[in-house]
């Protein structure tokens, strides 16, 4: 089995509540106490997850003097799953499912602010491709602040074939991209809907642009003309929370 090190609070914390990996072994620091580190301790230790004690310098050298934050974990592969997954699903969502798709973002940081926010608003998965793509690595994890081992990640092959079997079974695919026509604000998402971010720096892929039903705008003012693709997506997903959920009634404790 490949091994993973995945490392710092909320990432080692959120694997542990998802429970979808393999959990081989948490190290702690020996020089930290923090209160922080206590609920990673109690869930691994009713569990059965072994525990060792190790020193900052060897906690450094396992993570590559990443930001641990005084905690690692050993363990197993991220669960991906197949587009077959959310095709086989006969699911009915009020106002409609909602879709991330992901055309060539290569940073994991990027990819983790993505995944944060779609799992803040209740995206039924995040869909990357197998080459030419960020994967589900333990940086990806800790850019999304843990999100990443609650969220659905399906990994295809082909972008472009995933979206005409989403549009061959009823949903409306719309590409964010810099000058579009139509503002993503005048455009009704409700409905099945899958949202295509592109990458870094081309954007969407010509390809895959075509095969969308609308390509969206996001309007700005001002000399800087384009957004970082995590602010994008950022932006889109929560327009499509607004339509959806706009008179929601939040719960006073997570305020």
Not at 175 to 184: H, P
Request: proline fraction near 4%; include cysteine.
């Amino acid at each position: 089995m490949i091994e993973e090190i995945l490392y710092a609070i909320h990432p080692v914390e959120e694997a542990l509540k998802a429970n979808r990996r393999r959990f081989i072994e948490i190290y702690l620091s020996t020089s930290r106490v923090s209160r922080r580190l206590k609920p990673i301790e109690g869930c691994a230790s009713s569990k059965n997850i072994p525990i060792k004690r190790v020193s900052d310098a060897q906690l450094n050298r396992m993570s590559r003097e990443a930001q641990h934050q005084g905690v690692i974990a050993r363990v197993g592969r991220f669960p991906l799953e197949k587009f077959d997954s959310l095709t086989a699903a006969d699911r009915t969502v009020k106002n409609g499912r909602l879709l991330i798709l992901i055309d060539s973002i290569v940073d994991p940081h990027n990819l983790g602010a993505i995944i944060r926010t779609a799992l803040g608003v209740d995206a039924e998965a995040v869909v990357i491709t197998k080459n030419r793509s960020a994967g589900p690595t333990p940086a990806v994890s800790k850019a999304s602040s843990g999100a990443l081992e609650h969220i659905h990640l399906v990994e295809v092959t082909n972008l472009s074939t995933v979206i005409k079997i989403l549009k061959s079974s009823g949903w409306w695919i719309y590409g964010m991209v810099q000058n579009a026509g139509q503002s993503i604000y005048s455009t009704d998402l409700t409905g099945n809907v899958a949202m295509v971010i592109g990458g870094e720096e081309r954007g969407i892929r010509p390809l895959v642009k075509e095969n969308c039903d609308l390509l969206l705008t996001i309007p700005q003012l001002g000399p800087v003309t384009s957004l970082n693709a995590s602010v994008a997506a950022a932006v889109a997903m929560y327009e499509v929370f607004r339509q959806r959920h706009g008179s929601v009634k939040l719960d006073p404790a997570k305020v």
